[in-house]
C-alpha cells in the first residue's frame, strides 16, 4: 500500500567499477518506470566505496549510458567516496549506544567449515568477537573492524515482486560489519544512511540483494529513517542459470550499443519484464504510461547470451 502524501522518491544506485550489464539496465529500467509512471523524483549516486575498483571515468559512461537509454534523473547525490565524513557521524551515533564493537577475526576464520553456515553456504557469525574484555581486545595487533549487535527479532518485508519476506537477524545473520579494518565502511551503513539523507521511499534492485534488506531495516530503525518500500526484481541469467555480470562483459552497453537502439533494447526488456506483448522497439517514456508492478514477472529471466539479439 502506498503511503499518503509522501512524495516519491527513487534512486538509481550504480557502481562504477565498469559498463552496466543487461541485467543492470533491467533494474534500473524497472526503478525509473516505476519513478515516473507516477510523477515522482529519480535520484542518481554513485556507489563507490571500493576506489580501488572504481573510477570517475566509469562513473562517467554510467551516465552517459543512462542517458543513451533515456533514463533520466532529477538529481545526483554525493558519491559515497566523498561521504566519509557523514557515515563517521552515524558510526559514532551507534558506538556511543554501544550497539558496535571491535572484530579481529580472519577471512579464513569466518569461512571455516567449523563456521556456522547457511544451507547455501553464508556463514553466520557467532559472535566471537562480541564480549571480549579489553585485555584480550589488546593483545590482537591487527586494526579491527566493527560489528553492529542484531537482536534475536523477526524482521519481515513485503516486496513488490518477492512477496514476503522474514528473516531473524541472529539466527540467519549474526552481527554484520558496518566498517572494515581499513576504515573503509561496508555497504549496509553507506547505503541506509544516503537513502535515508536523500528521501529515497522506493529501493528497486535485483533478487540477489533480498536478504540484505533485513539489516538496512534495523539500521533504519536505530538512525530514524523511515522504511522504503522494496521491489527486489527478477535476475536475468545466463542459459546455464549464471547470473550476469560485469566483470565477465556479459552484454554490457558497450557491446549492446553498438548494435541495438535504446528502443530496441528497451523493448526487449520490456517484454522480458512481461510488460508488453511483443519485444518490439519502444521508449521509456511511452512504457511509463501504463507502467504496473502487477504486470511484472515474478520468476528470473533466461537468456541466451551467444544468440541474443533483441
Known amino acids: 500500500m502506498e503511503k499518503e502524501n509522501?512524495?516519491?522518491?527513487?534512486?538509481?544506485?550504480?557502481?562504477?567499477?565498469?559498463?552496466?550489464?543487461?541485467?543492470?539496465?533491467?533494474?534500473?529500467?524497472?526503478?525509473?518506470?516505476?519513478?515516473?509512471?507516477?510523477?515522482?523524483?529519480?535520484?542518481?549516486?554513485?556507489?563507490?566505496?571500493?576506489?580501488?575498483?572504481?573510477?570517475?571515468?566509469?562513473?562517467?559512461?554510467?551516465?552517459?549510458?543512462?542517458?543513451?537509454?533515456?533514463?533520466?534523473?532529477?538529481?545526483?547525490?554525493?558519491?559515497?567516496?566523498?561521504?566519509?565524513?557523514?557515515?563517521?557521524?552515524?558510526?559514532?551515533?551507534?558506538?556511543?549506544?554501544?550497539?558496535?564493537?571491535?572484530?579481529?577475526?580472519?577471512?579464513s576464520q569466518l569461512h571455516s567449515v567449523n563456521a556456522p553456515h547457511l544451507s547455501d553456504g553464508t556463514y553466520i557469525y557467532p559472535g566471537t568477537c562480541r564480549d571480549l574484555t579489553q585485555a584480550q581486545r589488546e593483545s590482537f595487533s591487527r586494526k579491527p573492524a566493527w560489528r553492529?549487535?542484531?537482536?534475536?527479532?523477526?524482521?519481515?518485508?513485503?516486496?513488490?515482486?518477492?512477496?514476503?519476506?522474514?528473516?531473524?537477524?541472529?539466527?540467519?545473520?549474526?552481527?554484520?560489519?558496518?566498517?572494515?579494518?581499513?576504515?573503509?565502511?561496508?555497504?549496509?551503513?553507506?547505503?541506509?544512511?544516503?537513502?535515508?539523507?536523500?528521501?529515497?521511499?522506493e529501493v528497486v534492485r535485483g533478487r540477489d540483494l533480498l536478504e540484505s534488506a533485513p539489516r538496512q531495516m534495523y539500521l533504519q530503525e536505530l538512525l530514524g529513517f523511515s522504511k522504503p518500500q522494496y521491489a527486489h526484481v527478477p535476475m536475468l541469467l545466463s542459459a546455464d542459470g549464471r547470473r550476469l555480470s560485469k566483470r565477465d562483459k556479459d552484454l554490457d552497453l558497450g557491446q549492446l550499443r553498438s548494435r541495438v537502439t535504446p528502443e530496441q533494447l528497451i523493448g526487449w526488456l520490456a517484454h522480458a519484464a512481461g510488460l508488453i506483448d511483443t519485444p518490439e522497439p519502444v521508449s521509456a517514456r511511452e512504457l511509463a504510461q501504463n507502467f504496473s508492478w502487477e504486470r511484472v514477472k515474478k520468476e528470473d529471466v533466461f537468456v541466451d547470451i551467444d544468440h541474443f539479439c533483441p
Open 148 to 201: 553492529l549487535r542484531v537482536p534475536d527479532r523477526e524482521y519481515t518485508l513485503e516486496d513488490r515482486c518477492c512477496g514476503s519476506f522474514r528473516q531473524n537477524l541472529a539466527q540467519e545473520c549474526g552481527d554484520f560489519l558496518v566498517r572494515r579494518a581499513d576504515g573503509v565502511y561496508m555497504y549496509q551503513l553507506a547505503v541506509v544512511v544516503d537513502d535515508g539523507l536523500a528521501g529515497v521511499t
Open 6 to 107: 509522501i512524495p516519491l522518491v527513487g534512486r538509481f544506485a550504480p557502481t562504477p567499477s565498469g559498463r552496466m550489464h543487461l541485467g543492470n539496465v533491467f533494474a534500473a529500467l524497472l526503478a525509473w518506470l516505476s519513478v515516473r509512471s507516477r510523477d515522482g523524483e529519480m535520484v542518481l549516486r554513485m556507489e563507490d566505496l571500493d576506489t580501488q575498483r572504481t573510477s570517475a571515468e566509469f562513473a562517467r559512461v554510467l551516465r552517459e549510458d543512462l542517458t543513451w537509454l533515456g533514463l533520466t534523473w532529477d538529481r545526483e547525490t554525493p558519491a559515497q567516496s566523498t561521504r566519509n565524513q557523514v557515515y563517521d557521524d552515524f558510526f559514532h551515533r551507534l558506538a556511543e549506544r554501544e550497539l558496535l564493537y571491535p572484530c579481529y577475526c580472519t577471512r
